[in-house]
């Protein structure tokens, strides 16, 4: 992390030995969960906007797949059952999907997720501003610094997506019993719900990454001596 020129004394003074001190990655793990522990109710309100989205996504994807396994069963009873919890569907239809208005709400969540992620990133780094300026100081390389932010970001998004996706999964399942009762458990395709999970958690991680990536350049590119002048 470090790059230093060291001028030995036994040795001419034009004479320059570069030495290069690189903290080992699981070093930026160790700083990056002490980060987040000193600023956990930061870091809680953050990763609740991020589990509220993704669970939204969740139960919607989850909620299709609930119906869209009762459909495979090609039971006459259970296709009137979905079509009258609300599910649009023609006379030759096989499976359901979000409708424009659940694919809109879904994405405005989303955007609004992203926004607020952004927003606390940003927070962030002003008030990290001495912190960035001493690590550089030192000698902390730009892609030292990118690469705290990214891992606090990354952490934060796992846990924030899988909650959220478990949460909206658990969710869509119970909505399920309570509306078709025994036969959402029995005709739901499993893998199908496994993957939705994943699906939630991979867009949950992304977005958490996506709202860091421009805050994380701004704190890398930030110069120690202005860093170290702001008054906190």
């Not at 569907?89 to 999907?97: H, Q």
């Not at 607020?116 to 962030?124: C, E, P, S, T």
Request: proline share 3%; hydrophobic share 50%; glycine share 8%.
């Amino acid at each position: 992390m470090v790059n230093q020129e060291i001028l030995p004394a036994d040795k001419k003074e034009s004479e320059h030995v570069e030495r290069l001190i690189v903290l080992p990655f699981k070093k930026s793990i160790e700083i990056s969960l002490k980060s987040i522990r000193v600023r956990f109710f930061r870091s809680l309100i953050t990763t609740m906007s991020l589990v509220l989205a993704v669970s939204f996504l969740g139960f919607v994807s989850v909620s299709n797949d609930v119906a869209n396994g009762m459909l495979a069963t090609q039971d006459r009873h259970l296709r009137q059952a979905v079509i009258r919890s609300g599910y649009d569907l023609g006379p030759e239809d096989t499976n359901v999907g979000a409708s424009p208005k659940q694919r809109w709400i879904i994405i405005l969540s989303l955007l609004v997720c992203v926004v607020g992620i952004v927003n606390a990133q940003l927070m962030a780094v002003t008030e990290r501003f001495r912190e960035i300026g001493t690590m550089k100081c030192l000698g902390a390389l730009d892609r030292f610094i990118l690469r705290l932010f990214i891992l606090e970001a990354g952490m934060q998004g796992l846990a924030g997506a899988g909650a959220g996706a478990l949460a909206g999964a658990f969710f869509a399942l119970l909505n399920g019993i309570l509306r078709f009762g025994s036969a959402a458990m029995t005709s739901v395709s499993w893998s199908s719900v496994i993957i939705s999970v994943f699906i939630a958690i991979g867009v949950g991680c992304l977005l958490s990454l996506l709202g860091v990536l421009y805050p994380a350049l701004i704190a890398a590119r930030m110069q120690p001596v202005e860093a170290m002048r702001v008054e906190q």
